[in-house]
């Protein structure tokens, strides 16, 4: 245990607590303090009453802020699943997309393939021949009487 | 047209001089005061141009296909 003294509205107080709660205690005893310097006049006791009843009062109008503020937060956590399903749901359907897409390309280029034009060398070769069937017919033609 | 110029203005070259020398051969024999042809010579005549015209149109066939892949 822990020996300590706090001073209230100028009034000194010897307290015990549990060793290391010593800094928390005095914490409190600061906001007991300027809550009752606020309060003028009157017997210690008086003065200690009103300082409890103004803290008590601050103490359940903070309750009731959270508890309405608990509706928010429930529909808050609505709003965050459906969006997390949502998302999951436009991950799948980019997936199938992208699934879709791979295998267009892949029917394109099996399709490119299929109509690719025959190797140019094939042209090359044609037009050889063509061109040594004309020079034939031309030394024909210039051999005619 | 998808050609390997090389290889194809080579023969293009090549099929432009062989058409002007058959052109050439041609306006030479109408110019000429020629006596009456014998039969044998009309029918090697007519072969030949069914053959100039049959290589200018496979000529005018792998054009397309090459314009057309």
């Known amino acids: 245990m822990a020996d300590v003294k706090l001073q209230i509205a100028g009034r000194p107080y010897d307290v015990h607590c549990a060793d290391g709660q010593e800094e928390r205690l005095h914490q409190l005893a600061g906001i007991v303090d300027t809550k009752a310097r606020t309060i003028q006049g009157g017997t210690e006791v008086r003065q200690l009453l009103f300082t409890a009843l103004l803290l008590a009062d601050e103490a359940h109008e903070a309750r009731a802020k959270a508890e309405k503020a608990e509706p928010q937060s429930d529909s808050l956590r609505a709003a965050v699943a459906l969006a997390e399903s949502r998302e999951a749901a436009a991950r799948d359907a980019l997936r199938e997309a992208e699934a879709r897409e791979q295998a267009l390309r892949a029917e394109l280029d099996a399709a490119r393939q299929a109509s690719a034009p025959p190797p140019r060398n094939a042209h090359d070769r044609a037009l050889l021949q063509i061109a040594e069937r004309i020079e034939a017919l031309a030394d024909r033609a210039e051999r005619m009487p | 047209m998808e050609l390997d110029l090389d290889e194809s203005s080579l023969a293009i070259g090549r099929i432009e001089r062989a058409l002007s020398r058959?052109?050439?051969a041609l306006a030479d024999r109408e110019s000429r005061p020629a006596p009456a042809p014998a039969?044998?010579?009309?029918?090697?005549?007519?072969?030949l141009k069914a053959e100039v015209a049959a290589v200018i149109g496979e000529l005018d066939r792998l054009i397309n296909e090459a314009k057309h892949g």
Not at chain 2, 39 to 47: D, L, R
């Open chain 2, 39 to 47: 039969p044998s010579e009309t029918a090697s005549q007519s072969a």
């Open chain 2, 22 to 24: 058959i052109e050439k």
